[in-house]
């Protein structure tokens, strides 16, 4: 017979957000992202550009990317400052 424990050493919590932010030729300002937390003895996070939104405003696959990976570290570079506020979202 083997145990395993029922508690996770490995815990990721998924956040959605915002951010404003302008890029070149396009309208839109506010765009949407996911935060997953990693906690494991520290904490750590990831962030994920919305795929659906940048992909309705941008036709180039590459500018996509490109963009996406921008704001994705403008966000880590925000939350490694401690400057993104934690607020639940209002429903």
């Given at each position: ?77 925000n939350l490694a400052k401690e400057q993104a506020d934690w607020k639940p979202?209002?429903?």
């Amino acid at each position: 017979m083997i145990k395993i424990s029922d508690k996770p050493s490995k815990k990721v919590e998924h956040f959605t957000g915002t951010i404003t932010m302008a890029f070149p030729s396009i309208e839109n300002k506010i765009w949407n992202f996911t935060v997953l937390r990693t906690t494991n003895g520290s904490t750590t996070f990831a962030v994920q550009a919305d795929h659906e939104q940048f992909n309705q405003h941008f036709d180039d696959p590459g500018e996509t990317d490109y963009f996406k990976s921008m704001l994705e570290e403008t966000v880590k570079a925000n939350l490694a400052k401690e400057q993104a506020d934690w607020k639940p979202t209002d429903k």
